[in-house]
């Protein structure tokens, strides 16, 4: 089992930055990747990044690309992720996932286990 816990969410103003925290503890060495998902009122789940542990190679979501940042002290335990120009568009809660296998890691299918989310809300 692994478990996720999610941290570092809140309000800012648009074209403000927030950086999420995703601690992962358990099973942590059978991490093939962790990634980030958001889902705001009313719309499915959405890919915003993901981390390779292996070798920490990344993928981003087009609509996140130039502004958001994932990154890893170690890629089998922590995870973050840096939001810069944040949008009003942007304000979903937050959902860090680990997975077992992968290929893209950027369906949300690929992931086994889930954090609970952290809000993130950005006011124009």
């Known amino acids: 089992q692994v478990q996720l816990e999610e941290s570092g969410g809140g309000l800012v103003q648009a074209g403000g930055s927030l950086r999420l925290s995703c601690a992962a503890s358990?099973?942590?060495?059978?991490?093939?990747?962790m990634g980030w998902f958001r889902q705001a009122p009313g719309k499915e789940r959405e890919f915003v990044a993901a981390?390779?542990?292996?070798?920490?190679?990344?993928n981003y979501a087009d609509s996140v690309k130039g502004r958001f940042t994932i990154s890893s002290d170690s890629p089998k335990s922590t995870v973050y992720l840096q939001m810069n120009s944040l949008k009003p568009e942007d304000t979903a809660v937050y959902l860090c996932?680990?997975?077992?296998?992968?290929?893209?890691?950027?369906?949300?299918?690929?992931?086994?286990?889930w954090g609970q989310g952290t809000q993130v809300t950005v006011s124009s």
């Open positions: 996932a680990a997975a077992l296998y992968g290929r893209s890691l950027s369906t949300s299918d690929e992931y086994d286990y």
């Open positions: 981390m390779r542990s292996s070798d920490g190679d990344t």
């Open positions: 358990g099973r942590t060495f059978r991490i093939y990747g």
